[in-house]
């Protein structure tokens, strides 16, 4: 069984070194490409043996509407790189996630992709000074989003999920995501990225995401983002405490 791993990043050194170790005993092979990184992040990723290919991109495009295609392009590029090592399945992951593969039965040939349970972690007063690998507080809310799939030649990446995967997808599977919870100054810094670059559709046109705006300042949380009490990762298949969030896709 060959599961390659495939990523778009960028600026991300004080993340990925932990996710690419935490993927190096699952996957065969991990693939990624670059989006003009101005740190480390290239170096780290090339000391890992599992790291087999990183692309890097040259120019950084800032406009919001073509920042939206570039991304989507970039990770079709770097799945059909992926693709010519014949894998089994492609694992697409951001730099910010952990996954749990549990329940997922990779030799079952009538399913063609996975979409993997998504909770978010936060920081609390009570963590603020801790690593974030150390948080314990879960949003409740999850997205299930198509992250593990078989690939064929039909396959097309125009954002985060990939297209024409199949008819047979299966929710099984988790994600820890710890975008929200690496430190109060990736908060800010995730903020203003999105404030500046994320457009969304809203009734009457396409505008910035605004809800960014109202976030700056607020890494420290009570609640979740979403007004609700926070949960421990072991209540995840609490179906009296999880919230489906379909909608927070575009915040990963």
């Not at 069984?1 to 495939?6: E, T, Y």
């Amino acid at each position: 069984m060959n599961i390659i791993g495939i990523a778009r990043i960028r600026n991300e050194e004080g993340v990925i070194e932990h996710t690419l170790k935490h993927l190096s005993d699952k996957l065969d092979a991990i693939y990624i490409i670059d989006d003009c990184s101005t740190d480390n992040t290239v170096e780290i990723c090339k000391k890992f043996p599992k790291v087999v290919k990183v692309l890097t991109v040259d120019e950084w495009e800032s406009r919001p509407l073509e920042r939206l295609r570039l991304e989507g392009e970039q990770r079709q590029t770097i799945y059909d790189c992926a693709v010519q090592d014949n894998p089994d399945w492609i694992y697409y992951f951001d730099a910010d996630e952990y996954a749990d593969f549990s329940g997922i039965d990779f030799e079952d040939e009538s399913i063609k992709g996975y979409q993997m349970r998504f909770f978010d972690y936060y920081i609390t007063e009570e963590d603020a000074e801790k690593h974030y690998l150390e948080r314990e507080s879960v949003g409740p809310e999850y997205r299930d989003i198509l992250t593990l799939f078989r690939p064929n030649d039909n396959v097309k990446f125009f954002h985060r999920t990939p297209v024409n995967v199949g008819d047979n997808i299966v929710i099984q599977g988790y994600v820890k995501h710890y975008g929200k919870s690496i430190s109060v100054q990736q908060w800010e810094d995730t903020c203003d990225y999105y404030i500046n670059h994320l457009f969304e559709p809203q009734p009457g046109g396409t505008t910035i995401s605004s809800k960014w705006e109202k976030r700056k300042g607020k890494a420290i949380h009570e609640e979740s983002d979403f007004g609700n009490d926070f949960i421990e990762w072991r209540d995840r298949n609490n179906p009296d405490v999880i919230i489906n969030n379909s909608q927070g896709q575009a915040e990963l």
